[in-house]
T-cell receptor, first 117, second 114 residues
Framework: NAGVTQTPKFRILKIGQSMTLQCTQD?????MYWYRQDPGMGLKLIYY???????DKGEVPNGYNVSRSTTEDFPLRLELAAPSQTSVYFC????????????????FGNGTRLTVT | KQEVTQIPAALSVPEGENLVLNCSFT??????LQWFRQDPGKGLTSLLL?????REQTSGRLNASLDKSSGRSTLYIAASQPGDSATYLC?????????????FGKGTHLIIQP
């Protein structure tokens, strides 16, 4: 049981380049999330998904896109990289059978450290 | 808007001491509160989840308490060990759930001196 797996671990992009951050989970969780973590700041939610085929914006969605074609995978796409997107990106998942997505603990991947220069 | 504050931002104590980390939140209408641990270069690991109807949760040497009315939670670590060195974050989810309703604090960076 690998949990939440993120690839790559590190990446350097030039301004204007695009890339996809991969995230997969093997726990059959219905909820998946993308967060970014900047130094001295709390985690900020970028996008989330409550199930395959359903995605929604979080607090800081500009410059990103997501898709959820399967329960297991939730890739994050950066189309035109900007220096402001330099950050550590975390994918997370959880299971919910009730009205709240947070009645079970979140499971996080180990993150992707992205630098845009 | 919910705001979560963790005090202190950093803490260094000798091995063996008992210690308390604090978390406060501005909106008491929460669904639950989670404490996480983050090791350098790693993701977050969930330690304890307290429902809004509960007062505390325990796991091994860890005990988390919740006082929803005053907007406070504490994480108590007993008999600290060097392996406890990490950043500890708390996060609250708003009442009514919602997958976008989790607010994180900035964390307390804990160092346990051997």
């Amino acid at each position: 049981n690998a949990g939440v797996t993120q690839t790559p671990k590190f990446r350097i992009l030039k301004i204007g380049q695009s890339m996809t951050l991969q995230c997969t989970q093997d726990m059959n969780h219905n909820y998946m999330y993308w967060y970014r973590q900047d130094p001295g700041m709390g985690l900020k939610l970028i996008y989330y998904s409550v199930g395959a085929g359903i995605t929604d914006k979080g607090e800081v969605p500009n410059g990103y896109n997501v898709s959820r074609s399967t329960t297991e995978d939730f890739p994050l796409r950066l189309e035109l990289a900007a220096p402001s997107q330099t950050s550590v990106y975390f994918c997370a998942s959880s299971y919910s059978a009730g009205r709240s997505s947070y009645n079970s603990p979140l499971h996080f991947g180990n993150g992707t450290r992205l630098t845009v220069t | 808007k919910q705001e979560v504050t963790q005090i202190p931002a950093a803490l260094s104590v000798p091995e063996g001491e008992n210690l308390v980390l604090n978390c406060s939140f501005t909106d008491s209408a929460i669904y639950n509160l989670q404490w996480f641990r983050q090791d350098p270069g790693k993701g977050l690991t969930s330690l304890l989840l307290i429902q809004s109807s509960q007062r505390e949760q325990t796991s091994g040497r860890l005990n988390a308490s919740l006082d929803k009315s005053s907007g406070r939670s504490t994480l108590y670590i007993a008999a600290s060990q060097p392996g406890d060195s990490a950043t500890y974050l708390c996060a609250v989810s708003r009442s009514g759930g919602g997958a976008d309703g989790l607010t994180f604090g900035k964390g307390t960076h804990l160092i346990i001196q051997p």
